[in-house]
């Protein structure tokens, strides 16, 4: 079985602070981790990825994120914030076979100027 | 790269009425689409799978015959909402991956019945 916990519903930061979102997974079998962004009535936009290899995973936008298996954690990182970040935020956990994905309940990240 | 086209994207409609969502893989074989559906302020529910030319598989607690999804073809997958009710009124997301593809995400549907 598979599941994802994302700490913290709400998340604010000031304009240019590190941003930090937290994910932390369940799963039987080696994961595939992901992380996503939704802006409003919008779908998601893959953030970066984690399958094998190396554990720091670097996405768009100077998102980043580390897989430790230790922990079962995959946070999310961004040293500074931009307005533009306001967004709502989903880790995610796969098989994989990458097929069946099992979403957090996501984390609405406010940037205040 | 690949895009999964989803049509329409927003849709009003009065109680009682049907809908139909379309699926479509722009670029890729879609052997396998997945529908999710989203409240607001909620993270995404997974409804359905579908493979290409078989019955969809549904979660628990999904009603089968009120979502009835289709995946004639490589490239489509419908979910059509049957006698659709305010409690229907969601925002709905497609999937889709294939051969040698990761999963690409729709930018979704919402719906609202009056």
């Known amino acids: 079985a598979q599941s994802v916990t994302q700490l913290g519903s709400h998340v604010s930061v000031s304009e240019g602070a590190l941003v930090l979102l937290r994910c932390n997974y369940s799963s039987s079998v080696p994961p595939y981790l992901f992380w996503y962004v939704q802006y409003p009535n919008q779908g998601l936009q893959l953030l970066l990825k984690y399958t094998t290899g190396a554990t720091l995973v670097k996405g768009i936008n100077g998102f980043e994120a580390e897989f430790k298996k230790s922990e079962t954690s995959f946070h999310l990182t961004k040293p500074s914030a931009h307005m533009s970040d306001a967004a709502e935020y989903f880790c995610?956990?796969?098989?994989?076979?990458?097929?069946?994905?099992?979403f957090g309940t996501g984390t609405s990240l406010t940037v205040i100027p | 790269g690949a895009v999964v086209s989803q049509h329409p994207s927003r849709v009003i409609c009065k109680s009682g009425t049907s809908v139909k969502i379309e699926c479509r893989s722009l670029?890729?074989?879609?052997?396998?689409m997945f529908w999710y559906r989203q409240f607001p302020k909620q993270s995404l529910m997974l409804m359905a799978t579908?493979?290409?030319?078989?019955?969809?598989?549904?979660e628990q607690g999904v009603e089968k015959d009120k979502f009835l999804i289709n995946h004639a073809s490589l490239t489509l997958s419908t979910l059509t909402v049957t006698s659709a009710h305010p409690e229907d009124s969601s925002f709905y997301i497609c999937?889709?991956?294939?051969?040698?593809?990761?999963?690409?995400f729709g930018d979704g549907t919402r719906l609202s019945i009056l």
């Open positions: 579908s493979n290409e030319g078989s019955k969809a598989t549904y």
């Open positions: 995610a956990v796969s098989g994989i076979l990458g097929n069946q994905f099992y």
């Open positions: 670029d890729f074989q879609a052997t396998t």
């Open positions: 999937s889709a991956n294939g051969p040698n593809q990761p999963q690409h």
